[in-house]
């Protein structure tokens, strides 16, 4: 069983990158982004309780988080194990979870904040079936339209400058220390995020020992 726990700044790959280690090792990803996603468009209590969070510019806090993803470990699916993304999000996090669970790594996936900026506003949002397309690497075959199903492609509500801004300062407050925690335990391996996808890949599986 493998359990790896992945971070990263907004837009430094996590989702795909967890995705990919995810198929091909049959592990459960567990994202709490998605999770929260999922609760949005579904309009759960949960959902619009987030939806107000994201429309005022706020972020959901951490004890919500860590309900969240409580709640979801406990569902005992991950038979092979899993790789989890968005969490822990503070040193009392980070500690719990060390505590409770005997993680196999932490994948640090390192994007500078200039280049988080040019990603993650370039990203784009299909409002018909929730497709993720993004203006410099995936861009749909007709502009503003998604090629599945042809909805409108919007821009996420909380990717705007100032939100993004706000996010920036927050990941470099809270997480910075979780990695450093992390690192102080010999479970952190750096990756430079900058890369295409599979450059990234192959280097993370070379780092975890994994067929590249």
């Not at 690192?183 to 010999?186: C, L, P, T, V």
């Given at each position: 069983m493998r359990k790896y726990v992945i971070m990263g700044i907004q837009g430094s790959g996590k989702g795909t990158q967890s995705a990919l280690l995810a198929d091909d090792l049959d592990l459960v990803h567990i994202s709490v982004g998605d999770i929260f996603r999922w609760?949005?468009?579904?309009?759960?209590k949960l959902g619009a309780q987030v939806r107000r969070l994201v429309a005022a510019g706020e972020l959901v806090g951490d004890d919500l988080v860590e309900d969240v993803v409580r709640d979801r470990l406990q569902l005992h699916d991950w038979n092979y194990g899993f790789i989890i993304d968005g969490f822990p999000r503070n040193r009392r996090?980070?500690?719990f979870f060390l505590e409770s669970y005997d993680i196999d790594g932490v994948i640090h996936l390192d994007l500078p904040d200039e280049e988080v900026r040019r990603r993650v506003l370039a990203r784009r949002l299909c409002s018909r079936?929730?497709?993720d397309y993004n203006l410099i690497a995936?861009?749909?075959?007709?502009?503003?339209?998604?090629?599945?199903?042809g909805g409108d492609l919007v821009t996420r509500a909380d990717d705007t400058p100032d939100a993004l801004a706000r996010?920036?300062?927050d990941y470099h407050n809270k997480i910075d220390p979780v990695v450093e925690l992390f690192?102080?335990?010999?479970y952190v391996m750096t990756i430079?995020?900058?890369p295409d996808k599979a450059t990234v890949q192959q280097t993370i599986r070379s780092r975890l020992g994994l067929p590249t």
């Open positions: 609760h949005v468009k579904c309009h759960t996090q980070a500690e079936c929730g497709m995936h861009r749909p075959e007709v502009d503003g339209r998604c090629d599945v199903c996010r920036l300062r690192r102080g335990k010999e430079d995020a900058r």
